[in-house]
């Protein structure tokens, strides 16, 4: 598993986001799974999660083609997607400037510069390199729903990837009877081995439906609110307004 470190690696992974998803300078796809566990000796509710079962977290970043580029696992099931990206090493990077991301540009055919940027679901806090969709607490104008098609099209790769990977390794389909630093390992490796024979079969057939990922590997409650800077929100707003008119596609209108 190579984490890119160059501009020039960043570039192409937006550019096949743009080519296959539609959704230009995206870097990759954000989001948590639950992995089911036995619950530990001694553990009371530390792993204790909002389905009312144990669990670890396995966070990832995948580029475009479900490959996984970042992962974090081992936190404990009681803590939200938000909260762990929030301390996970990816986001200090990307606080700190050292990711080496391409400089700002503008979407095309646009005046307005905007940053290359990951994309996630509602768990997310909105910001400056992270999208996420409009709040659908409230209603939606054709522009937001537009939007929203779009985010979700592109960020449904992390969601296809942690489906590959249970169901290539199947261990991930029931609770894991095991040490927890033991599970770490395991998931680990999967990961790694996932991306090996993605390399090995560049043809990838999903014959499952997203709402039917295995118990043992579930997504993470949308927790908490965001408020979140005016540039986070005028950013969200450039993608939208080019989406909306000059990288309109003809099949959005018919998802809204």
């Known amino acids: 598993m190579k984490f890119p470190?160059?501009?020039g690696e960043w570039e192409k992974i937006a550019k096949e986001f743009e080519n296959k998803w539609n959704f230009p300078y995206t870097i990759g796809a954000i989001d948590g799974k639950h992995i089911v566990i036995e619950a530990p000796p001694?553990?009371?509710?530390y792993y204790f999660n909002y389905k009312g079962t144990h669990s670890?977290?396995?966070?990832?970043?995948?580029?475009?083609?479900?490959n996984f580029l970042y992962i974090d696992v081992?936190?404990?099931?009681?803590?939200?997607?938000?909260?762990?990206?929030?301390n996970c090493t990816l986001n200090r990077a990307l606080q700190e400037a050292t990711l080496n991301l391409p400089p700002d540009k503008c979407l095309p055919?646009?005046?307005k510069p905007v940053p290359y940027v990951m994309l996630g679901d509602e768990a997310f806090a909105l910001s400056k390199?992270?999208?996420?969709?409009?709040?659908?607490?409230?209603?939606?104008?054709?522009k937001q729903k537009v939007f929203n098609y779009r985010l979700c099209r592109a960020r449904r790769v992390v969601?296809?990837?942690?489906?590959?990977?249970?169901?290539?390794?199947?261990?991930?389909?029931?609770?894991?009877?095991?040490?927890?630093e033991t599970i770490d390992k395991i998931v680990l490796t999967a990961c790694v081995l996932h991306n090996f024979l993605k390399k090995q079969c560049q043809e990838v057939t999903l014959n499952y439906e997203l709402e039917d990922i295995p118990t043992s590997m579930r997504g993470i409650a949308h927790q908490g609110s965001n408020n979140a800077s005016e540039v986070a929100h005028s950013i969200r707003n450039e993608?939208?307004?080019?989406?909306?008119?000059?990288?309109?596609?003809?099949?959005?209108?018919?998802?809204i």
Do not use: M
């Open 129 to 142: 390199n992270l999208l996420k969709p409009f709040p659908r607490s409230r209603p939606l104008n054709a």
């Open 42 to 45: 001694n553990a009371g509710s």
């Open 239 to 255: 993608f939208a307004e080019y989406f909306y008119n000059e990288g309109q596609i003809d099949f959005q209108w018919k998802h």
């Open 5 to 7: 470190c160059t501009k």
């Open 109 to 111: 055919n646009r005046i």
């Open 159 to 180: 969601e296809n990837a942690f489906g590959i990977l249970t169901s290539r390794f199947r261990i991930f389909r029931k609770p894991i009877c095991l040490k927890v």
């Open 74 to 86: 081992g936190c404990n099931g009681r803590i939200s997607d938000g909260g762990i990206f929030k």
């Open 56 to 66: 670890i977290v396995l966070f990832a970043l995948t580029d475009a083609n479900y």
